[in-house]
């Protein structure tokens, strides 16, 4: 299931910018649009982007990674690039990460946006915003169609992402409109696989890195709480035929339909690595989402998408892949946790 | 109902920043502070502002009146001033206007609040955000209470306003929460009075104007849309309370909770000013709001407002307002008429 594998070395013409390229997705979507023979650079302010997810692709001829935050002015090396095509994954997505400067997240979305919308215009490349089920907040119909309008609260402690995301979807369209730019939205739902921080503090890697590491699981609420998981490989298929194609008139789902609950999810994890961790159950965060399932039937009929990985093999794989990073990591924290020790005897 | 004419010339120690302090409801915020005693510095692009609306505050000492975008850089007069109050009104508030340049609507709310946010961190000021009845969108419940999330399209015509003010008070909640500042949140709901544009293009205005004009009177779709119409010098009232208060966990409704529709409006203007127009339909915009009613409540409860202006006593004011506007402004129109023949005939 890794596709950075099997790179077909013939260029073709696309020149792609991937911003925040060095996150999960993004270096995910890297490694098909190099398989494609496209040219790419990836701008990522490293942030929460490790270069870590790209290191395969060092001596890659057709790569470049530049690090930059969006909301500055691109850089002299991006200006003068003639992209054709321009995909925004900039964000820190997960809420942990989002809310430690919310003030930076609502930036992203709304100034980088819009540096890269003048990017596209400037260029006349195409433009492809990843938005996120956030924008439907804690929905009150289930499944979410894309016509359904949210149920965002935008004072909350989630605004700054969910708002964000908003606001950047509007100035999206708005370029749209006035024919400054040929945008594509993809509304992107939870999305797994390896490549995630193991401190994403989202369900899936935080039960599997739980698991592995024998640690308690933490479950927020009672666990009746609903996901729809999509993985990697299936996601990043689907932002490549969104960008392909002519659907230029409104946002797209991109996720997986298949539900389930998160205490589903934990047991399934604890069967799979064969864990003794306790579950230990916490207060639900404020505006958690109780339910959150994709109605993907526009992306079905207009993209001819839909996810092929079955959970059960997407949950193998990235468990495979954290526990291999789990063993990496060890002989490091062994080291780091000695010279803790020697400086605590010191003391 | 005028109230520049009787300033209370005593100073007191409040020095406020008032931003779109040019605009129709600035204005008279500007008069209220003015008589109240305080220091005042308006901040405005006069993209959609008139400086004719404080003309009558040339002399006035404790007044001053600076052309800058909020967007912008703010002008070193501004960063050096002591402010102690800062409330930010700046930006076009009627369809036609916000949705000319959609993505400098979007900014103003965004980056300028940012930047205003980032001065009253700096000086330690009250700030007060003028939110919106457009949170809402085309609501589903009705009258619309603080808690609701509202019915916005985030992806349509409209957006750039109603999501930029929503992502306006999420940075300004933001900022609350991270204790940088100490905040003030209104949500204003359809206001009136004398110094709105007569080409605002809104309600009130348009069906005043063209009813003394003797021109026809549009009405978009059926005319059983409704409405709740606010005074301005109740709106402003509240705004003062709002900033005085310490009601500082979340927004306050502004706005008149009698609810009429367009055609009840009309017909009263008709009767009013005893005009012999014609009433046009025309189609209902995109996302034109079918109902709209604040729920005063919180204000009655926390602020002890309400409003007190009845509106047949309003809609008179107002319409005696346009009445002298458009006499001052015929001579003018007569010779820009009488030139532009002049040209045709040397053609």
Same mark, same amino acid.
């Given at each position: 299931?890794?596709?950075?594998?099997?790179?077909?070395?013939?260029?073709?013409?696309?020149?792609?910018?991937?911003?925040?390229?060095?996150?999960?997705?993004?270096?995910?979507?890297?490694?098909?649009?190099?398989?494609?023979?496209?040219?790419?650079?990836?701008?990522?302010?490293?942030?929460?982007?490790?270069?870590?997810?790209?290191?395969?692709?060092?001596?890659?001829?057709?790569?470049?990674?530049?690090?930059?935050?969006?909301?500055?002015?691109?850089?002299?090396?991006?200006?003068?690039?003639?992209?054709?095509?321009?995909?925004?994954?900039?964000?820190?997505?997960?809420?942990?990460?989002?809310?430690?400067?919310?003030?930076?997240?609502?930036?992203?979305?709304?100034?980088?946006?819009?540096?890269?919308? $003048?990017?596209?215009?400037?260029?006349?490349?195409?433009? #492809?915003?990843?938005?996120?089920?956030? &924008? %439907? @907040? /804690?929905?009150?119909?289930?499944?979410?169609?894309?016509?359904?309008?949210?149920?965002?609260?935008?004072?909350?402690?989630?605004?700054?992402?969910?708002?964000?995301?908003?606001?950047?979807?509007?100035?999206?369209?708005?370029?749209?409109?006035?024919?400054?730019?040929?945008?594509?939205?993809?509304?992107?739902?939870?999305?797994?696989?390896?490549?995630?921080?193991?401190?994403?503090? $989202?369900?899936?890697?935080?039960?599997?890195?739980?698991? #592995?590491?024998?640690?308690?699981?933490? &479950? %927020? @609420? /009672?666990?009746?709480?609903?996901?729809?998981?999509?993985?990697?490989?299936?996601?990043?298929?689907?932002?490549?035929?969104?960008?392909?194609?002519?659907?230029?008139?409104?946002?797209?789902?991109?996720?997986?339909?298949?539900?389930?609950?998160?205490?589903?999810?934990?047991?399934?994890?604890?069967?799979?690595?064969?864990?003794?961790?306790?579950?230990?159950?916490?207060?639900?965060?404020?505006?958690?989402?109780?339910?959150?399932?994709?109605?993907?039937?526009r992306a079905k009929a207009l993209l001819g998408w839909e996810p092929r990985v079955a959970l059960q093999q997407g949950l193998e794989a990235t468990a495979a892949w954290f526990a291999e990073e789990q063993?990496?990591?060890?002989?490091?924290?062994?080291?780091?946790?000695?010279?803790?020790?020697?400086?605590?005897?010191?003391?």
């Open positions: 299931m890794e596709q950075g594998s099997s790179l077909v070395k013939i260029a073709n013409k696309k020149t792609a910018l991937v911003t925040g390229g060095a996150g999960f997705i993004g270096s995910h979507l890297i490694d098909s649009l190099l398989a494609e023979g496209a040219t790419v650079v990836c701008l990522d302010s490293l942030l929460t982007g490790r270069e870590k997810n790209l290191r395969h692709l060092q001596r890659e001829a057709r790569f470049d990674l530049i690090q930059a935050d969006i909301i500055d002015a691109l850089p002299r090396t991006v200006a003068r690039t003639a992209f054709t095509h321009v995909y925004n994954l900039a964000c820190a997505a997960s809420p942990p990460h989002y809310q430690a400067d919310p003030e930076h997240t609502m930036l992203t979305n709304v100034v980088g946006t819009r540096n890269l919308l $003048r990017l596209a215009e400037e260029k006349k490349a195409r433009f #492809l915003l990843t938005s996120t089920s956030e &924008v %439907y @907040g /804690d929905p009150e119909v289930h499944p979410q169609p894309e016509s359904y309008r949210g149920w965002v609260s935008c004072t909350g402690p989630r605004a700054c992402y969910d708002e964000g995301k908003r606001a950047a979807e509007t100035l999206t369209f708005d370029y749209q409109r006035m024919r400054r730019a040929d945008v594509r939205v993809a509304r992107i739902f939870n999305t797994y696989g390896p490549r995630m921080r193991p401190d994403d503090g $989202r369900v899936v890697s935080n039960v599997i890195c739980q698991a #592995l590491a024998g640690d308690d699981i933490t &479950v %927020y @609420g /009672d666990g009746s709480q609903t996901r729809s998981f999509c993985y990697v490989s299936d996601l990043v298929a689907g932002l490549m035929r969104l960008m392909d194609s002519d659907v230029t008139d409104g946002p797209v789902n991109l996720g997986n339909p298949v539900e389930l609950t998160v205490s589903d999810l934990v047991e399934r994890v604890v069967r799979m690595t064969g864990s003794t961790s306790r579950i230990v159950n916490r207060p639900l965060p404020v505006d958690d989402p109780r339910r959150r399932k994709p109605n993907i039937e063993a990496e990591a060890r002989p490091a924290e062994r080291e780091a946790r000695e010279e803790l020790m020697v400086e605590v005897a010191a003391e």
